[in-house]
Structures are given as structure tokens and as C-alpha cells.
């Protein structure tokens, strides 16, 4: 979907992005991860060519974007910004019509593609006629994305998008974002700086440091398989958090026992992470769960402590760094 | 106080026609210098936000033009743009470029970075993200700029009258010139309100959410230009001739009112400073001009002076005036001052106008030179029995003779000598002196008088026979008034006098006043 080859950007003597390459499928993921100074959101600019490269191809569904008009190549690609970027002096309605006005869109269109997507976002037609200064920082980010969203580009661009929220919006946003089934259809490229958040919203994780790509692969395969010491290192400080985060039910299945008391009808699915599990034996540590494997159709009632000893187990087995 | 106020207010209605009139022309210059200002303002202001390393030296060049005085600006303008509205147009759109400039930058460089980014990354190309995001934003900045040039316009076209634009600076500077309070307040007072009106009304428009500014900025262009309209609707009407009159002369009975009054004289007429008057007149944008007859500038320029066939201006016989304290205080002081008398006749004046309004030499040479000739000069003393302080109006003759008494009171006695030369009109001069800022300056019977004493119509009928009786008026008068004291009339007569070009005077057969109004009515 998204092919990038030896881009280089340079400022001065600085190499802000140093040969990176990279690729993108269709529908995924993919998060530009590090500390700042590290070439992501310059990398990010260059995707809508907000920042021209100095050299290096990029490609979006084969075609390359720097022959493009920038202008009609940036109305196809959605972009949110850490602060959101919304007009001041544009309604929301407005703000959200920027793009369907650029591509002539009739009025009854845009209309109803604001309504659709206002539902979606859990935000009521009330609001089309405030300004963004009237709004919360959720709502306002919320507007942000509609706004990128609305012309249905089939790329999305975000760069740090929830940075700006505190953490108890952050992660009820984030847990919109997971749900929302306009997402799951986009490819999408976000910046963070945020481990947890990439690792909670990433299919993929490029690790970068000093303008170059130092690891690129899924939030798993960092955490266990990581290329370096930079890539440990900067995974170290949350490391348990993260590694609940990273590894699913099928992960450790084989290594899950079955008590065979289904105390109720309702399951997990296997694709569920072990933080997730985690937080639905917060409020009864004493229950068991069911869950559901889907793909050779097993299903499992567990409890906490066989929970936690299927995931040492499974830890033990992995290459020790 | 309650006297004042009714006399103020009966003045003013009197000359409502004219105050209407000027305070049209007034709106009109302002408006039409800011509409083009904003015109060209508002551009550079975008460009140069575009190009950074030019905002420096443009901002730099705005802000040099409005640090140079306003009356100087009038100045350069006239030899490039002549006389009347267009110089004052331009020199008031200078005035008002650099707010316009400078918050036009500040605003759009003062839009959110993330906002711009926003409206790039959505699509907009660059005449979309201005005209869609950046110049809506910066609208409260700009309309601030937009306010203070406004008010700056205001003010300073006042002075606008100085090249005859006319605007409410006309009633302003007569007043200064005739010592009328009254007809500076009628000037200054609809000006400051005007100032006070639009500063107002531009700060409820910048108050405007968003939403109402884009109305608002639509419907601005419009109001600008019927605004700048009403300056057209007062010059609306002209004549054969036109006559270039001071605002002084324009308030005199022994002026225009005589004129219209005693000959019947309706003429079209411009209000301008004698400054730029007589230039105007070779220079044809004028044809009859009120001028003084021993003006040096009547021969350099090829003017003749039309006889006053009516008798309708007094003897301006010139004298020293002094603070009676003064001459206490300083006993030699009368003397000296009298060496002077009887010694500069009509044409000699004339000739030493001539030398530094034409020739541009400087007063002190022309005084020297003069005294030299007389063998009335003496080297300095370098005395220090006191200072004399000794004052001038602000023309080319008052800074001769100032100069001459500075010489002869160093020559002859032991005092100094400041001299405070340049003060204004016949009443900043006047009051310097009754304020006991000056001790001395040179004045005129008629402007005693007329200006300072404003003798009723009857008195000034009987004076008018003959010069003595006028001088012995104003002596009287000023001693019991303000103990000031005449001293000897020095012996010219700068008395007011109509003037025109030589040759079209000879074409036209115009050799008095009462010729001049005959032609006129001729069809």
C-alpha cells in the first residue's frame, strides 16, 4: 500500500531522516515510535509532503506521490494533529466540511457524511454549530479525526494524536479508536512517543533513533526478539505492562488449563490480550473466565492464578536477552 | 464660562454651512487616503510575511515616513504633486501604511502554527489557506491597525489645510492665526469627536465574533469608499478663477469678508498656508492670492498687487512692541529699539524679503548686510546686564527684523540677547509675550487692531482714515490692557493685498479690485 525507499532529509549538516525505508499493508497499522529529535514526525510530514524530501521514492497504491499535485495528493490523505488544528473561526460543522468543500462535494453529501460519522464518534448534532473553543480537548480530537475522516481517504496520517489529552481521556479515546470500524479499514501511519500507546494501538512498531529505523516489527517481536540494547532499553522501564499488553490468549493457550467450570454463558475471545483479562479479573478475583479459541473452536473457563502461571510459563520459553 | 460656551455655539451656527462642509471633506480625506492605504497596505503587509527577509527593511521604510513631520511631508509633496487633495491624499496614506503594514504582518505571522498546518495538510492550496485561514484570523490584528491609521488620519488631516484640502484644520489654523478661540474650538472639536466617533465604532466591528466579521469585512470596502466620496461633494462647484486665500485672511473683516462684503467679490476659493501660496500662484493652480505687499516673493514670482480701490485694508504699519517691565528693567532698551525707526521703507522691505525668501539668504546676513549699509552696525559687546528675549512670527520678514534688533542691542548696550523666533500666529506670538516668555517682537497696527484687540466694526470705519490715528489707537489700548508699549513705527506698511499673475493680469485688464469682481461677473 505505502512503499518507502531511501528517504533522506537533511537541515544543514543534520540528517534529520537518514535513508529510511519501509512498507505499509493495506488496512495496518503502523506506528513511528521514539524520543523527540528522531526523524518520526519529520518522516510523517513527508508521507503528504508537508516537508519535501531530498531524496528517496515514496508510493502510495503504486503511484508515486512526488509527481503529485501536493494539493489534490493531501485532499486523499486523512491527517489529525496533536492540536487537533481545528479553524477557530470555523463551526465545527465547517470544520469538519473543510475537505468534501475542496472536492465540491454537493451539500446533502457532506451533510449526511457528518451525521454518519457524529454517531460513530458518540457526539450529538448539538455541537455542529459550536466552535472548537467550546468544546473539550476530547471532543475537540474527536472533531480533529472526524474532520480526516470524513472524505474517506484510504490513508490516515496522525501525528501524536492523543498527546495532548490527560491520561484518564487518552485512554477512553484510545479505546474508541480500537472499536472504531471506520479505522479497521485504513492504513495507517501514527507518531508517537508514547511506548504503551504504540504498543496498545500498533499492528506494527518502527523503532526509530537518531533518523534511521533501528527496529521494525510487531509490538511482540520487540519485546522478545529486540535487534539491539536501544531497543530493550527503551522498552525496560514499562516492560511487565508492556509485555501484558503484547501477548494475547493464543499466545499462551497451550499453556492454559482447563478448570471445566463454566459458571456462566458469556466468553472472551482468544485474540483478547492478557492485560485486557486482566482487568476483567479485577472485579471478581475470585471467578473464572471463559474463553473462546475461534480458530480450532476450544473453549476454556480459567482463573487468575492459572492465568498468571501460563504466562510464566510462556516467558520462560522465549530467548532470553 | 457660560458666556464662552454660547458664543462658541453661536459661532458654530452660524457657520454651520461651512463646518458641514469641512467636516465632509474632513471624513472624505480620510477615508480615501485609508481605503487606498489599506489597498496597498494590506498586500505588502501578505508579501512580506511570504518573504521574510524583506519584512525588515519594509516594515523600516513605513516606519521612516512616519516619523517625518506632517507639515514637512505636506512640504515634499508639493513640488511633485501641486497644491490640494492629491498631495494631502498621499501624504496621509503614507501616515498610514505603517499600521496597516505592521499588523497585517503581526497578524497573519500570529496565526497558530498547528492551524496553518491543518489547513495545508487538508488540501488548500496557498490562495485558500489565505484568504480562508489566514487572513479571517488575523482580522482583529488588522482591524486594530486599520483603527489606529484611522485615528492618525484624523489628526493629521488638520493640517491638511496647509495645501489647501481643506478639512476642519481651515477653521483650526484661523483660529490660531486670528486669535479666535472660538474658531479653533469649532475646528478642534468636531476633529477630536470624529477621532473619538471612529476609534469607537472600529473597536465594536473588531469586538465581532468571526461568524459576523465576515459580513462586516464584505460590506467594509463599500462604506470606505462612500465614505471617501464626501470629500467630492463640497469641491463640487468652481469658477473662472480661483483665489487661494489664508485662513487668516479667510476670517478678517479685513479679509475675505471685507471682500464680500464691501466689493460684492464671489470668488471659488481654496484655503491654503501662505507658505506654499505664492508658488501656487506662478505656478497657475491659483490666480488670485492674498498676499502681503512688501512679500519678497511678489517679485521673485512676477506678481502684481491689485489696488484697493474700496479702501478695505488697514495700515499694517510695523512697530516693536514691549512688556512695559521690560523696559523698566532694561533702560536702554527703548532707545536701541528705536535706532530702527523710519529707516525701512515699503520697497526696501520688499527688497529684503526678496533676498531671503528668493535668494535664500539667511536672516542674520540680510540684517548685517543692512545694517552695515546704514552704518548702524556695531561689533558685540558681549554684555551680561540681563537677556532680552525677543520673539517672531513664523515668516521670512519678523526673522529679519528679530535678527536686526539682536545686533543692535548686542552693539549698543550691555544686555544679551535670546531670541525665541518661529512662534506661530499672530496669537501664539501674543500670548508668549503676555505670558512674560518674550519681551519684544515686532507687530503690526492692523493686526493690533484687528486680531488682538478685535476693535467693533465702527471704531475700525473711523481709524481707517488715516495711519496715525489707527497707531495711536493701538498704543493707548495695549498700555492700559496689557502694559505693553508701541514703540516707533519702524516705516513700512505690510498691509494685505490681492494679488495675480503679472501677464494674466495685463490679459485680463485687472488692475483693481473692482475690476477683478467685474470680470468675474461678466459671462
Known amino acids: ?321 | 464660562m457660560n458666556e464662552q460656551q454660547q458664543t462658541l455655539f453661536q459661532f458654530m451656527s452660524q457657520q454651520a454651512d461651512k463646518l458641514g462642509m469641512q467636516t465632509l471633506q474632513h471624513i472624505g480625506l480620510t477615508f480615501i487616503s485609508l481605503f487606498i492605504a489599506v489597498l496597498i497596505g494590506l498586500p505588502i503587509g501578505v508579501y512580506i510575511t511570504r518573504k521574510k527577509n524583506l519584512s525588515g527593511l519594509v516594515l523600516g521604510i513605513a516606519g521612516v515616513l512616519q516619523t517625518i513631520p506632517s507639515i514637512a511631508l505636506l512640504g515634499f509633496m508639493i513640488p511633485l504633486l501641486g497644491i490640494g487633495a492629491k498631495p494631502a491624499i498621499v501624504a496621509l496614506l503614507l501616515y498610514a501604511l505603517l499600521p496597516i503594514i505592521r499588523n497585517t504582518y503581526t497578524g497573519i505571522t500570529g496565526v497558530d502554527a498547528a492551524v496553518k498546518e491543518a489547513a495545508v495538510a487538508m488540501g488548500m492550496n496557498k490562495w485558500q489557506v489565505l484568504f480562508k485561514v489566514e487572513l479571517p484570523l488575523a482580522m482583529p490584528v488588522i482591524l486594530a491597525g486599520i483603527r489606529t491609521a484611522t485615528v492618525i488620519n484624523v489628526g493629521v488631516a488638520t493640517l491638511a489645510s496647509y495645501i489647501a484640502a481643506g478639512g476642519l484644520g481651515e477653521f483650526i489654523f484661523g483660529g490660531i492665526s486670528l486669535n479666535n478661540t472660538n474658531m479653533i474650538l469649532a475646528g478642534a472639536i468636531p476633529a477630536a469627536l470624529l477621532a473619538i466617533i471612529f476609534d469607537f465604532l472600529l473597536s465594536l466591528v473588531q469586538k465581532l465574533n468571526f461568524k459576523k466579521i465576515r459580513g462586516a469585512v464584505k460590506v467594509a470596502p463599500i462604506l470606505l469608499l462612500l465614505l471617501s466620496c464626501l470629500y467630492f461633494i463640497p469641491s463640487a462647484y468652481g469658477g473662472k478663477l480661483t483665489a487661494g486665500f489664508t485662513p487668516e485672511f479667510m476670517g478678517r473683516q479685513d479679509g475675505n469678508l471685507g471682500l464680500r462684503s464691501k466689493y460684492g467679490l464671489k470668488i471659488h476659493t481654496i484655503v491654503i498656508s501662505d507658505a506654499v501660496m505664492y508658488k501656487a500662484a506662478q505656478e497657475k493652480e491659483l490666480d488670485v492670492i492674498s498676499g502681503y505687499s512688501t512679500d519678497g516673493r511678489l517679485k521673485a514670482y512676477n506678481l502684481v498687487v491689485l489696488d484697493d480701490d474700496k479702501k478695505i485694508f488697514p495700515p499694517y504699519y510695523a512697530a516693536p512692541i514691549v512688556r512695559t517691565d521690560a523696559l523698566d528693567k532694561f533702560p536702554d532698551l527703548e532707545k536701541t529699539l528705536n535706532l530702527l525707526s523710519g529707516t525701512i521703507t515699503d520697497s526696501i522691505m520688499t527688497e529684503l524679503n526678496y533676498k531671503t525668501d528668493y535668494l535664500h539668504q539667511t536672516p542674520e546676513r540680510v540684517a548685517k548686510d543692512f545694517l552695515v549699509a546704514k552704518k548702524l552696525w556695531k561689533p558685540e559687546r558681549g554684555g551680561n546686564d540681563g537677556i532680552v528675549r525677543i520673539g517672531s512670527k513664523i515668516f521670512g520678514e519678523q526673522y529679519i527684523l528679530a535678527s536686526m534688533y539682536s545686533m543692535l542691542i548686542k552693539g549698543y548696550t550691555n544686555y544679551d540677547v535670546t531670541t525665541k523666533t518661529g512662534l506661530g500666529g499672530t496669537k501664539i506670538v501674543f500670548d508668549a509675550m503676555t505670558n512674560n516668555q518674550i519681551d519684544v517682537y515686532p507687530e503690526y497696527t492692523g493686526t493690533g487692531l484687528l486680531a488682538i484687540l478685535q476693535a467693533p466694526a465702527k471704531m475700525v470705519n473711523a481709524l481707517q482714515v488715516s495711519k496715525d490715528s489707527t497707531y495711536n489707537y493701538v498704543q493707548k489700548e495695549f498700555l492700559k490692557r496689557y502694559s505693553i508699549k508701541w514703540l516707533k513705527p519702524i516705516g513700512f506698511n505690510n498691509a494685505y493685498a490681492l494679488m495675480m499673475r503679472e501677464k494674466q493680469a495685463k490679459e485680463l485688464n485687472i488692475k483693481t479690485i473692482s475690476n477683478l469682481k467685474r470680470y468675474l461677473e461678466s459671462k
Not at chain 1, 528517504?7 to 543534520?14: A, H, Q
Not at chain 1, 457524529?118 to 473539550?136: M, V, W
Not at chain 1, 533501528?214 to 539491539?228: K, R, Y
Not at chain 1, 478448570?259 to 482487568?279: F, I, Q, R
Request: some cysteine.
Open chain 1, 1 to 321: 500500500m505505502i512503499k518507502v525507499e531511501h528517504l533522506v532529509k537533511t537541515y544543514g549538516d543534520i540528517k534529520a531522516v537518514n535513508d529510511i525505508s519501509f512498507e505499509v499493508d493495506k488496512g495496518e497499522n503502523m506506528v513511528l515510535l521514539g524520543t523527540s529529535g528522531c526523524g518520526k514526525t519529520t518522516t510523517l510530514k513527508i508521507l503528504n509532503r508537508l516537508i519535501e524530501p531530498n531524496s528517496g521514492t515514496i508510493s502510495i497504491d503504486g503511484k508515486n506521490i512526488l509527481e503529485q499535485p501536493p494539493e489534490l495528493l493531501r485532499r486523499g490523505i486523512g491527517y489529525v494533529l496533536q492540536n487537533n488544528g481545528l479553524f477557530p473561526h470555523y463551526t465545527v460543522a465547517e470544520n469538519i466540511a473543510i475537505v468534501p468543500n475542496l472536492l465540491k462535494w454537493d451539500k446533502a453529501k457532506t451533510q449526511k457524511r457528518i451525521d454518519e460519522l457524529l454517531e460513530k464518534l458518540h457526539l450529538t448534532k448539538d455541537y455542529l454549530n459550536a466552535y472548537p473553543t467550546e468544546l473539550s480537548g476530547g471532543q475537540q480530537q474527536r472533531i480533529g479525526l472526524a474532520r480526516a475522516l470524513v472524505a474517506n481517504p484510504p490513508v490516515l496520517l496522525m501525528d501524536e494524536p492523543f498527546g495532548a489529552l490527560d491520561n484518564v481521556t487518552r485512554s477512553k479515546i484510545h479505546d474508541e479508536f480500537k472499536a472504531l470500524d471506520e479505522l479497521k479499514r485504513k492504513t495507517i501511519i501514527m507518531v508517537t512517543h508514547d511506548v504503551q500507546e504504540a504498543f496498545e494501538l500498533a499492528d506494527r512498531i518502527a523503532l526509530m533513533d537518531k533518523g534511521k529505523i533501528v527496529q521494525i516489527g510487531t509490538p511482540a517481536e520487540l519485546l522478545f526478539n529486540p535487534v539491539n540494547d536501544f531497543v530493550s532499553g527503551f522498552l525496560q522501564d514499562q516492560r511487565l505492562q508492556l509485555e501484558f499488553k503484547s501477548i494475547k490468549l493464543t499466545d499462551i493457550w497451550e499453556h492454559l488449563s482447563d478448570t471445566g467450570k463454566k459458571t456462566n454463558t458469556s466468553s472472551l475471545p482468544a485474540e483478547t490480550g492478557v492485560w485486557d483479562v486482566l482487568e476483567n479479573f479485577k472485579f471478581y478475583p475470585n471467578e473464572t473466565l471463559n474463553i473462546l479459541n475461534q480458530q480450532n473452536k476450544e473453549f476454556k473457563s480459567i482463573t487468575f492464578e492459572q492465568l498468571m502461571l501460563a504466562f510464566s510459563k510462556y516467558k520462560n520459553l522465549q530467548p532470553h536477552e
